[in-house]
């Protein structure tokens, strides 16, 4: 380890130094989901491509229906029935109207919708004559006019944006068929140590279940990034070693080690890869030993400690940011709120604490935070991480929080 703990500042700048954003590929739309676009979205084609109507009703001329009203009703002549989907642009003279439904594309002779609940009939009494009751608010009502959310250029996305259900959407709307998107990341989760066995086997006196790779698997992949290698290593031995060797060999871009990294007697990632990656401590708490490197051609090594909540809280810290850095990601870091603390907790003493936390939201108006178990931060907590939603993060250099201190809530789910 080296010598004086460092700022998480410092440490994360050291992470993202050693970052280069994966290649770029061509993707349908339809398979985008979740990738980091890579070049701004333009759209395509207007949006909306045609002037359309807004409502089911009638296309009418303003001037004919201006001075509608219950007490001096208009009559209109039906002259045309425009469903949506329809290319049809019939001309409309004086006292002539077109039934049209929503979306249909609004007769180039017509500038306002009347809808069918202001005239007599309604829907029931539409084609022939139709008794208009109430006048559109004025030219243009329930029209949608062609381009008025976005025209042919226009950059509906920045590249470095997340593309999620809503910006796909968009994208089909503007008439793009594929996006330019981030690679996505590969990542190797090797656990070490040797007291650890799968979930639901037997345990021996000193065994604990592995779940640690569960975690991570899980964590890098709502990051975006995919798991191509998860394995479990022992005390003893070149575990980590051949772990790198294999990661490499399936491709990783990243290798994520938990445990061996503290100061014992059994640490197996530092007593391995000493050469590739730097030991270090960091003033937080969970999560103060920590270690990073790179093999020569890129692949980032991690090695988070071996305590599930340290393990979790590190991989927040350091390793997401580093995961959508790879991908070309705009913004590395988690949304913060910033709430009163429901209760009163202790910190850790000259470190940053990243507590797992629970939002109370019961009062929609003030919405307060709590531990997520009654251990606080400690870091064999993994049974409260179920609980948590967030992460309550308190300066190094205050000593206490009590019941009503305003705090910062990192979100995580």
Do not use: C
């Amino acid at each position: 380890m080296t010598g004086e703990p460092r700022e998480v500042e410092e440490q994360l700048t050291l992470v993202l130094s050693r970052v280069r954003p994966l290649e770029t590929t061509t993707v349908p739309v339809w398979a985008a989901l979740g990738r980091t676009l890579r070049e701004p979205l333009r759209a395509r084609v207007d949006i909306p491509v045609f002037d359309n109507s807004a409502m089911d009703g009638f296309a009418v001329r303003f001037e004919d229906v201006a001075d509608a009203a219950s007490d001096r009703p208009v009559r209109l002549r039906v002259v045309a029935d425009l469903p949506a989907g329809t290319s049809l642009d019939p001309p409309l003279g004086r006292g002539e109207a077109a039934r049209i439904m929503t979306g249909s594309p609004v007769p180039a002779d017509a500038d306002a919708i009347v809808p069918f609940e202001d005239t007599a009939g309604g829907l029931a009494d539409s084609l022939g004559e139709i008794v208009v009751e109430r006048a559109p608010r004025a030219p243009g009502a329930h029209i949608r006019r062609r381009g008025e959310d976005a025209v042919v250029g226009s950059e509906l996305l920045a590249a470095g944006v997340a593309l999620g259900a809503l910006q796909l959407g968009a994208a089909a709307a503007a008439g793009i068929a594929d996006v330019v998107v981030s690679r996505v990341p590969r990542v190797a989760v090797v656990s070490t140590g040797s007291e650890l066995v799968p979930p639901g086997h037997p345990l021996a006196h000193g065994q604990i279940p592995e779940s640690n790779s569960q975690l991570l698997v899980g964590l890098v992949t709502q990051a975006d990034a995919e798991v191509v290698l998860r394995l479990t290593v022992p005390d003893d031995g070149d575990g980590p070693v051949r772990a790198v060797a294999e990661a490499k060999a399936l491709g990783a871009d990243v290798v994520i080690f938990t445990g061996g990294v503290s100061a014992g007697a059994y640490e197996p990632v530092k007593r391995t890869l000493a050469g590739a990656m730097e030991f270090t401590k960091v003033r937080m708490q969970p999560g103060k030993p920590q270690g990073f490197g790179a093999t020569d051609d890129g692949m980032l090594l991690f090695g988070l400690p071996g305590n599930p909540v340290s393990a979790a809280v590190s991989f927040e810290v350091f390793v997401r940011p580093a995961l959508l850095a790879l991908q070309g990601r705009a913004d590395l870091q988690r949304s913060v709120l910033r709430l009163p603390a429901a209760t009163d907790w202790r910190t850790p003493p000259g470190r940053r604490q990243y507590l797992p936390a629970a939002i109370d939201r019961s009062d929609p108006a003030r919405w307060t935070v709590r531990p997520a178990t009654a251990g606080g931060s400690g870091s064999h907590l993994a049974g409260g991480l179920a609980r948590a939603e967030a992460y309550a993060v308190v300066a190094a250099e205050t000593d206490a929080v009590a019941a009503g201190d305003l705090v910062d809530v990192m979100l995580v789910a």
